[in-house]
């Protein structure tokens, strides 16, 4: 009898080895990562699928087991976080409240908002308001975690106990750490949108694809959140065999820009394309700048030093509206060493003025653009030429 407790103790009712309960927490955790980023975040938050009620329940089910989160509340501390993000009503910014801080201590403000019932009241509409929902996970939410702890320590005995630890831990790490923290600080960004937001790496496997998260922030009720050929979003996969299986139904993606390049002139298409497509077109106009600095680098050498220089070509790629005046200043003293850059910075200005003048009509806003390329074309600036026809092209 002894003998028989002490093996329970040791190796629980499995007797898995080391590797199978590596294997097991981890395909666990990425069931948990699938569950965040695709009914939470992509369904629930933004709208962005609906889902079939099996694996809706499922996750639901899954989520009470292995996070103990609400998803009115999470719901609605994601879209207060899209509201008023980087500004000191941001539940979790680390522009705001500290890298650190996000980073040590996301699962504590995570908690500390889903008190705020003006946050709930605002933002967690549309969310689950069933039976199951009142009298069981919201109600008993910490029961089901505690589930979980049974089911692990029965399976391998002890080190069950680390085994559920992991798993308690993993979401408050990857996601209310590393996305919320990582992803506003430190990265890439393949669209300048108004927040700091950042893809923490292309290939989105470990956190299901939410490592893409400036692309999330640009197109937030994207389904789809990899935008270039090198990234992949695994989360994406799986809503899109869910989709197959008739489980799921996307309902909005990123728009992708469609060509004519037989265009010769921009036309009402173009405008309403350029319109919509206009986080790819700055994108595209960013990497014209890049190749204008390289055609002037050798002329600028001579004028500027390299350091001043490698900093002046970075404030080039941000969005002038949120330059601050010493930043300002410093390209106003590379512009007077540069007329093509000069002219590619004033160029950017206008161009992006062209869908925030809402009070103009389309023939104005057409115009206004037609006028533009045609400028762009007889500038001289190859960068910007280039560019020029590529723009007209949308259709």
């Not at 922030?217 to 389904?223: E, I, Q, R």
């Not at 989709?243 to 820009?257: F, I, Q, W």
Request: aromatic letters at 10%.
């Amino acid at each position: 009898m002894l003998d028989a407790v002490l093996s329970f103790i040791s190796n629980g009712l499995t007797g898995a080895s080391g590797w199978e309960i590596l294997a097991y927490t981890l395909i666990m955790t990425h069931i948990t990562i699938a569950s965040v980023t695709i009914f939470l975040h992509r369904c629930q938050a933004h709208r962005a699928l609906d889902l079939h009620a099996i694996p809706s329940h499922f996750f639901r089910f899954w989520l009470w087991m292995t996070t103990g989160m609400v998803t009115k509340e999470w719901a609605a501390i994601h879209r207060k976080h899209h509201a008023k993000c980087e500004t000191p009503e941001d539940p979790h910014s680390p522009q705001t409240r500290g890298i650190k801080k996000v980073l040590l201590e996301g699962a504590e403000l995570y908690r500390a908002e889903s008190k705020n019932r003006e946050t709930m009241e605002k933002y967690g509409h549309g969310t689950p308001d069933d039976w199951v929902e009142h009298n069981i996970y919201s109600k008993y939410q910490w029961q089901g975690v505690g589930l979980m702890l049974i089911i692990d320590v029965l399976l391998f005995g002890a080190i069950g106990l680390t085994v559920w630890a992991v798993q308690m831990l993993w979401i408050p790490i990857t996601a209310a750490g590393i996305i919320n923290g990582l992803g506003h600080y430190w990265g890439y960004r393949n669209y300048d949108c108004a927040d700091a937001s950042t893809n923490i790496f292309p290939i989105g496997i470990l956190i299901g694809g939410e490592e893409l998260h400036n692309n999330h922030h640009t197109f937030g009720t994207s389904a789809k959140l990899s935008s270039k050929w090198y990234e992949f979003d695994i989360g994406w996969l799986y809503i899109r065999i869910l989709e197959k299986l008739g489980l799921a139904k996307v309902k909005k993606v990123a728009p992708a820009p469609k060509f004519n390049p037989k265009k010769a002139v921009a036309d009402f298409d173009t405008l309403q394309s350029v319109i919509a497509n206009r986080y790819d077109v700055m994108a595209k106009y960013a990497k014209s700048v890049k190749s204008a600095f390289r055609d002037e680098t050798e002329h600028l050498k001579m004028r500027m030093e390299a350091r001043y220089l490698k900093s002046a070509r970075k404030l080039l790629q941000r969005e002038p509206a949120k330059l601050e005046a010493p930043q300002r200043q410093q390209l106003s003293e590379l512009f007077a060493h540069s007329k093509a850059l000069k002219t590619m910075h004033e160029m950017r200005v206008e161009l992006g003025a062209i869908w925030e003048r809402s009070t103009s009509s389309r023939e104005q806003l057409l115009q206004q653009l037609q006028d533009w390329c045609v400028r762009a074309e007889a500038s001289g600036i190859k960068a910007l030429q280039e560019f020029s026809l590529r723009l007209r092209s949308y259709a």
